[in-house]
């Protein structure tokens, strides 16, 4: 390709509303542009990087004996009355109508069609196992789109579902789709971990995300350094190994101080003097319909999905939804302003984690306005109706598995990949005929993988402040050639012999021919990425010379004019041939 012909629109400015390297990268190179909020066009560069991470996707897909299909973007809304999600979807569920008022959906996910088509079909045991994907745009109304192609609410995503007669099949075809999710990443060449991760309302399942490593990810995890162990912090169990307060701890006498105006954490122990962790937090939950109080220690965060477990296996609270209570709950429970509740004298359930049972002398609100309490004392000021393990992982925290300690991540999640059983089958009668004759409902899995945050992924692993270092893989070209010099004649005679040679031996130029100068199109190179660059100037082409420089490193090597297109084609093929070995590594 001809830079010149190329629609390839690159600017020097980051754009005003981008907070992360990849959103600000991909923009600024001419890779994407925003249409309207977390909807973006992809132009030519982009669009040829997007399909190389397809198709990576697809080999992968297919080795492991996936069939692809393509389903539709607009679906009706009466399968996802019959899967109950019409209702349950809320507002990330575009909801459209027809011209005859019928109602739709634009597809954020596809488990209703695919059951759909797979129960029309499928009728004997016979018939499976079967596992389809599609690669197609997805639309979910995102409540905060953000980050570019990270959190869009038009995205592109590689979603399969596997179909199987029992559970063990099942659990089968997940184990394949697992590795196969290995395969993709590290054909990418991510640095990256499976972790496990909740299974949501679902429930007795299994499920892991895939989580590239980088500072900017959405997610929090937690990896073992001694086992294999790893969980996003929503999943991660931690090892406690005695929680119970000294015996002989001196319980001071209960305290009331004026806090005016002092509602937060930080405010509270800045005001007092005191580190975080001498305060316990009280916050107010409504559990379904019941209002229940949870204490976490002030450094800790409170772990909803926890709480939520625990109340339904321990307690005869009803739990269905977990949410924070509104403010004038709040005020009603405790009787007091916002920002000053705390555990003395409430009338609701009082559930603590681990390591509150712990304290002893702690700071809390103290119901009133202005005030909280300093040698709070549980037991003694109030009664906990259980202690449990109702926070977040940390780093530095202990493995449940082996007590060895958790690092802490940050992770983008670009794929995730989930055990389903027979919630989707059974709601809408997939069902089977096995040896004998008898219905069983299918028993699924669900794998989705996320193309257009993986290009964002990409290159929040792989830049530098100058822009883009594309891996060979997805790099929309291979190598890009610069003439230095346009009106030196012999410069560009070479520059187009290199050319045509290189794209015989099935390299993937890119020429940049534009009459600019050597220094603007450097800025340029660096920019979009490409890994390898050809810089042909007056001099070298005199000495019979050409310098070859990797994107990835500062310096460059002179190459002679007659080995260059061998040595070129020889580079890229090893590093395509490596990034596919890896996925066997
Ligand atoms: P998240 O927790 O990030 O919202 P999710 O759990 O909703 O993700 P899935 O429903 O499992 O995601 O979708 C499969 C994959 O699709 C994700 O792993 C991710 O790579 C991609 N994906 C999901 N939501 C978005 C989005 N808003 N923008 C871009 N990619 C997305
Ligand atoms: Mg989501």
């Given at each position: 390709m001809r830079f010149s012909k190329l629609f390839l629109p690159t600017r020097k400015e980051d754009p005003a509303e981008a907070e992360v390297v990849s959103h600000k990268l991909l923009i600024r190179a001419g890779y994407i542009r925003m249409i309207a909020r977390g909807i973006y066009d992809f132009l030519p560069v982009g669009w040829r990087s997007v399909r190389k991470i397809e198709q990576i996707i697809r080999e992968e897909m297919d080795l492991a004996g996936a069939q692809e299909v393509r389903l539709p973007a607009v679906q009706p809304a009466e399968l996802w009355q019959e899967s109950g999600r019409w209702s349950e979807y809320g507002a990330e569920l575009l909801r459209i109508k027809d011209r005859k008022g019928g109602d739709f959906c634009l597809g954020p996910t596809h488990e209703e069609v695919i059951t759909d088509l797979v129960r029309g079909e499928v009728k004997s045991y016979k018939q499976l196992p079967i596992n389809l994907y599609q690669i197609q745009t997805k639309f979910r109304d995102e409540p905060r789109p953000r980050f570019g192609l990270m959190r869009g609410r038009e995205f592109i995503m590689k979603d399969a579902y596997s179909f199987d007669t029992d559970e063990q099949a099942a659990l089968q075809s997940y184990d394949v789709m697992f590795e196969t999710y290995n395969r993709i990443c590290r054909r990418l060449g991510f640095e990256y971990r499976a972790v496990e991760a909740d299974t949501g309302n679902i429930g007795g399942s299994r499920s892991h995300e895939f989580q590239v490593l980088a500072e900017t990810g959405e997610d929090e995890i937690v990896s073992c350094s001694q086992c294999s162990y790893a969980a996003n912090v929503e999943k991660a169990e931690i090892r406690v190994e005695s929680s119970a307060r000294a015996d002989d701890a001196e319980l001071k006498a209960l305290t009331q101080l004026a806090t005016p105006g002092q509602r937060t954490i930080e405010e509270v122990s800045k005001f007092l003097k005191q580190k975080p962790a001498k305060l316990v937090k009280t916050l107010i939950y409504l559990a379904d319909e019941t209002p229940i109080a949870v204490l976490v220690r002030g450094d800790h965060q409170a772990n909803e999905l926890k709480i939520k477990a625990y109340l339904n296996a321990h307690t005869e609270i009803s739990c269905r939804e977990l949410n924070l209570a509104a403010d004038v709950e709040v005020e009603r429970v405790t009787?007091?302003?916002?920002?000053?509740?705390?555990?003395?004298?409430?009338?609701i359930p009082i559930f603590a984690d681990l390591a509150v049972e712990g304290l002893a002398n702690f700071i809390v609100g103290a119901n009133a306005v202005d005030a909280h309490f300093v040698n709070t004392n549980h037991g003694r000021d109030f009664e906990v109706r259980a202690f449990a393990d109702l926070r977040q992982a940390r780093g530095g925290d202990l493995c449940a598995r082996c007590g060895g300690s958790f690092e802490s991540h940050r992770g983008i999640e670009v794929g995730h990949v989930f055990f389903?059983?027979?919630?989707y089958s059974k709601a809408m009668n997939a069902t089977f005929a096995d040896e004998a004759g008898h219905e069983h409902a299918m028993q699924m899995g669900c794998y989705g993988i996320g193309v257009t945050r993986i290009l964002a992924a990409v290159v929040e692993q792989n830049h530098d402040e100058n822009g883009i270092i594309w891996p060979m893989a997805i790099s929309p070209y291979h190598v890009t050639i610069l003439p230095l010099q346009n009106q030196d004649e012999e410069v560009v005679a070479l520059a187009e012999r290199l050319y045509a040679e290189l794209m015989a031996a099935g390299v993937e130029v890119l020429l940049?021919?534009?009459?600019?100068r050597a220094g603007f199109k450097f800025k340029d190179a660096d920019l979009v990425g490409i890994p390898l660059r050809i810089n042909i100037g007056s001099r070298g082409v005199k000495d019979g010379q050409v310098e070859l420089k990797l994107r990835r490193e500062s310096d460059h090597r002179l190459v002679g004019i007659d080995e260059i297109v061998a040595e070129v084609t020889q580079i890229v093929r090893t590093s395509l041939a490596t990034a596919k070995e890896a996925a066997l590594s």
């Open positions: 009787n007091a302003a916002l920002g000053f509740a705390g555990p003395v004298g409430l009338q389903l059983g027979d919630k940049d021919d534009r009459d600019m």
